[in-house]
C-alpha cells in the first residue's frame, strides 16, 4: 500500500519522539507535479522543504520506499552537531558543516527542538598525535570554526574529570541532538507549506516517457516518469534523488553513471551502563588517523541521557543491514566484484581486520576507549544500536571524500539530479546542503 502523509502527521513538539501518523488519504496512480524527491532522510526532507519555502506556487511530491521517514542514516548516528574542524578548507564539506551548524542551531531554537551544546575535546594520548593535533586545530581555525582552543592535561581534566590525555582541542560549539527528530520537522514543514509525502514508494525505474498521463490535458508537461516495485506511477517535470545507501542505484535506473559506487560499512556501538555515566560529560574522541575517513571511535552522549562509544566501520553485508548476520546476495557481490573496493581492501587488510576483530570482541573495543577513559571495563558497557554508512567509492578504490552531484545525460539526464554522496556530516549541514542542492536545481531546471 501507498500512503502519503498529512501535516498532522508529524508531532515534534519539546523533548518527546514525534509520532509518525500514517494517514492513508490516496492511491497514487498518474499523479502529477512540478518535482519530485525521492527518499525521505535528512538530505531528501532538508532539500524538499527548501524548495517548497522558495516556491510554493509549485507541486512537490517525496517519495520513500520506507513506511516511516529518516529511519536510515538519518536515524542510526551518532547526533553530534559537528563544528566543521575536519575538513579540508575551501572544501565544500568545510563549508557546508560550518554553516549547517549554525543554521542547525537557529532551527531548534526556532521550532522549540532539544538539543545541548555539550562541547567536544579531540583528546591527543600519545606525544606522536600531537602534530596532527595541532594540524586540526590550524584547519579549524581556516574553516571559521568558532571558539577553538588548544588545553593541557589540566584543561583536559577540568573539562572531562575522568578523561586522561596530554593535550586537547576544545570545541565547545560542538552539540547534540536527535537528527531523526529534526529531519521529522523538517517533513512537517515540507507538508505544511503543501508538500506530498508518499511512503512505501520503492522507485525501481525512472525514464522518459512520450504519452501523456491518463485523463491529462496538459499534454507533455511531465515528461518523466517515477516508476514504483508495485508499478504505480508518478509523472514529474523534474526530478532530484537523494537515496543515501542507494544513491549509485538510483541513479543508475535513470541511464547516469553507477560510479562513485556505495559501499556499506556497518557501525556498531558500544553503550555505557547508567551508574557509569558520570565518566563522560560532552563528546570525546580521539586524533582522527589521516588514513581513514572515519572519525574513530568516540564518547557520544546522547539526548536521552545515554552515553554510546563507537561506532568501529566493518563491510557489511547489506546495505540496510543493521544486524552482524545481515546478508543480501546482490549487494554482497555487488561489493566484491567492484575492483574499487577489492583496491581498498588490499590496502587496508590489517585494519579492516583489526575492525572486525574490535566489533566482535568487547574487550578489545574497551581496552581503545580506556586510552581516554581509563575507569572503563568491559562490565561497564553493553552491546548497543547500528548505524550504516553509505561510502562512495571510485574504481580505484579511492575514498569519496566530498558532496557529489550528477546530471546524467540525455532526455532524463537533463531533468533529473542525482545527490551521489552526502556522508557524515550532512545531517549537521543538512539545512546548508538544501541550499546548495535549492541553487543547483534552480539553475538547471527552469523553475
Ligand atoms: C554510524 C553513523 C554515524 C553518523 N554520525 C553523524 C553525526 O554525528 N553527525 C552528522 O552530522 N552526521 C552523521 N552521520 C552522517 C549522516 O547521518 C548522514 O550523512 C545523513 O543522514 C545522510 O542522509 P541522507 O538523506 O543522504 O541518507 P539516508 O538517511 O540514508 O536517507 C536516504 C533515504 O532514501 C530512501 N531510498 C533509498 N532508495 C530508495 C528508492 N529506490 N525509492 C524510494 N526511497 C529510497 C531510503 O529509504 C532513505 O530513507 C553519521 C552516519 C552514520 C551511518
Known amino acids: 500500500m501507498i500512503r502519503t502523509l498529512c501535516a498532522a502527521s508529524f508531532k515534534v513538539v519539546g523533548a518527546a519522539q514525534p509520532k509518525l501518523l500514517t494517514d492513508v488519504t490516496s492511491r497514487y496512480l498518474h499523479s502529477t507535479y512540478d518535482v519530485a524527491v525521492v527518499g525521505a532522510g535528512i538530505v531528501g526532507l532538508a532539500t524538499a522543504r527548501e524548495l517548497i519555502l522558495r516556491h510554493p506556487s509549485l507541486s512537490f511530491v517525496l517519495l520513500e520506499k520506507e513506511k516511516e521517514l529518516a529511519v536510515h542514516q538519518s536515524g542510526h548516528n551518532s547526533g553530534v552537531i559537528h563544528s566543521g574542524i575536519y575538513y579540508t578548507p575551501g ?3 568545510a563549508r557546508l558543516c560550518v554553516r549547517g551548524a549554525t543554521l542547525a542551531y537557529e532551527y531548534c531554537e526556532k521550532k522549540g527542538l532539544p538539543y545541548k551544546r555539550c562541547g567536544k575535546l579531540i583528546v591527543a594520548v600519545e606525544q606522536e598525535e600531537i602534530p596532527r593535533l595541532k594540524a586540526l586545530h590550524e584547519r579549524g581555525l581556516k574553516n571559521n570554526v568558532r571558539d577553538l582552543s588548544i588545553v593541557d592535561s589540566k584543561g583536559i581534566r577540568e573539562r572531562e574529570p575522568y578523561c586522561r590525555g596530554i593535550m586537547a582541542l576544545d570545541s565547545p560549539y560542538t552539540g547534540i541532538v536527535d537528527w531523526r527528530m529534526v529531519a521529522l520537522r523538517y517533513g512537517a514543514d515540507f507538508v505544511e507549506t503543501g508538500g506530498k509525502v508518499v511512503t512505501e514508494y520503492e522507485v525501481s525505474n525512472i525514464s522518459t516517457v512520450r504519452e501523456s498521463p ?6 507533455m508537461k511531465y ?5 514504483d516495485k508495485k508499478g504505480n506511477e508518478v509523472r514529474c517535470r523534474y526530478a532530484l534523488t537523494c537515496g543515501g545507501l542507494y544513491s549509485d542505484r538510483l541513479s543508475q ?3 547516469c553513471s553507477p560510479e562513485p559506487r556505495i559501499v556499506p560499512f556497518r557501525g556498531d556501538y ?8 558520570y565518566l563522560v560529560k560532552g563528546n570525546i574522541y580521539p586524533v582522527p588517523d589521516p588514513r581513514f575517513p572515519f572519525l574513530g571511535v568516540h564518547f557520544t552522549p546522547r539526548m536521552d541521557g545515554n552515553i554510546w562509544l563507537g561506532p ?3 563491510l557489511a ?7 552482524m548476520l545481515d546478508f543480501n546476495i546482490r549487494d554482497f557481490a555487488d561489493a566484491l566484484s567492484f575492483r574499487g573496493l577489492q583496491k581498498l581492501v588490499m590496502r587496508n587488510l590489517s585494519y579492516g581486520i583489526g575492525e572486525m576483530y574490535r566489533g566482535l570482541n568487547i574487550r578489545a573495543q574497551v581496552k581503545n576507549l580506556q586510552k581516554y577513559i581509563p575507569e572503563i571495563s568491559p562490565s561497564d558497557v553493553i552491546r548497543g544500536p547500528t548505524g550504516v554508512r553509505a561510502q562512495a567509492l571510485d574504481r580505484n578504490g579511492n575514498l569519496v571524500d566530498d558532496f557529489v552531484f550528477d546530471g546524467g545525460v540525455g532526455e532524463v539526464g537533463s531533468r533529473v539530479l542525482h545527490v551521489r554522496n552526502a556522508p557524515s556530516p550532512a545531517a549537521t549541514s543538512s539545512l546548508a546542503i538544501a541550499e ?6 534552480e539553475s538547471r531546471f527552469s523553475l
Do not use: Q
Not at 558500544?270 to 555515566?277: D, G, T
Open 91 to 93: 572544501s565544500l564539506k
Open 214 to 219: 491518463a485523463g491529462s490535458t496538459e499534454g
Open 223 to 227: 515528461p518523466i516518469a517515477i516508476t
Open 253 to 255: 535506473i535513470s541511464g
Open 270 to 277: 558500544l553503550v555505557l551502563k547508567p551508574e557509569k555515566h
Open 312 to 314: 568501529n566501520a566493518v
Open 317 to 323: 553485508f547489506k546495505r540496510e543491514g543493521y544486524k
Open 436 to 441: 546548495m542542492i535549492a541553487d543547483e536545481v
